[in-house]
């Protein structure tokens, strides 16, 4: 089982990527808040990876960070949630964000994830309530240690945007324009996520 790569970003779009390791391409299945942190193509990148395999397939599933990692097996333990569901909740919420919804049964916010419904979430809830207790305590205790400025958070988002190859005087309109109409503040993940939408109309 490979359980981590590190060699080349050869390639890159919002949901995969393609790494290359010593002449082989590693064909990586990511959630968008992985894809938020790559580098350049052509820099050198370190993954976590979990390989889900089927009678079908072998996939390979990455995350930048471990606890992300961990927290998409944690969501794959969850009666009735595979690895799609799985991605595209940590695509839609933050760990952080999620554990939050999930310790305090927000139905709500977690079937604001698409093709997230009703049942999925109370089984979510039903079954992970206890088990993310230490990523809601962890998350409290870096908050007062990590840089949450809305500026940065919005430069990090036009980077990004600037990288999928629009314009950076249109990028940046967007994202200002995203970011105002909110009656709250947006996660990174989010606020890309919002751009993207309006930039692909």
Do not use: C
């Given at each position: 089982?490979?359980?981590?790569?590190?060699?080349?970003?050869?390639?890159?779009?919002?949901?995969?990527?393609?790494?290359?390791?010593?002449?082989?391409?590693?064909?990586?299945?990511?959630?968008?808040?992985?894809?938020y942190y790559?580098?350049?193509?052509?820099?050198?990148?370190?993954?976590?990876?979990?390989?889900?395999?089927?009678?079908?397939?072998?996939?390979?599933?990455?995350?930048?960070?471990?606890?992300?990692?961990?927290?998409?097996?944690?969501?794959?333990?969850?009666?009735?949630?595979?690895?799609?569901?799985?991605?595209?909740?940590?695509?839609?919420?933050?760990?952080?964000?999620?554990?939050?919804?999930?310790?305090?049964?927000?139905?709500?916010?977690?079937?604001?994830?698409?093709?997230?419904?009703?049942?999925?979430?109370?089984?979510?809830?039903?079954?992970?309530?206890?088990?993310?207790l230490p990523?809601?305590?962890?998350?409290?205790?870096?908050?007062?240690?990590?840089?949450?400025?809305?500026?940065?958070?919005?430069?990090?988002?036009?980077?990004?945007?600037?990288?999928?190859?629009?314009?950076?005087?249109?990028?940046?309109?967007?994202?200002r324009q995203?970011?105002?109409?909110?009656?709250?503040?947006?996660?990174?993940?989010?606020?890309?996520?919002?751009?993207?939408?309006?930039?692909?109309?």
């Open positions: 089982m490979i359980a981590a790569l590190t060699g080349t970003l050869t390639d890159k779009l919002p949901n995969r990527l393609t790494v290359s390791v010593q002449g082989v391409g590693y064909d990586v299945i990511v959630p968008l808040s992985t894809f790559l580098p350049d193509l052509g820099s050198t990148v370190s993954l976590q990876i979990h390989t889900h395999v089927r009678e079908d397939a072998i996939q390979l599933y990455g995350f930048t960070s471990r606890p992300e990692k961990e927290f998409f097996l944690l969501l794959l333990g969850v009666t009735g949630v595979g690895p799609k569901v799985a991605l595209g909740l940590l695509s839609g919420l933050s760990v952080s964000d999620l554990a939050g919804a999930i310790g305090r049964g927000d139905l709500v916010k977690i079937t604001s994830v698409p093709g997230v419904g009703q049942k999925t979430a109370a089984r979510l809830v039903l079954e992970l309530k206890e088990k993310v990523y809601i305590e962890a998350d409290r205790h870096s908050a007062g240690e990590h840089d949450r400025d809305e500026d940065r958070l919005q430069r990090d988002v036009l980077s990004a945007l600037t990288n999928l190859g629009y314009q950076r005087q249109a990028a940046r309109e967007v994202v995203v970011w105002g109409g909110q009656s709250q503040p947006l996660s990174v993940e989010r606020l890309l996520k919002e751009s993207l939408k309006v930039l692909s109309k």
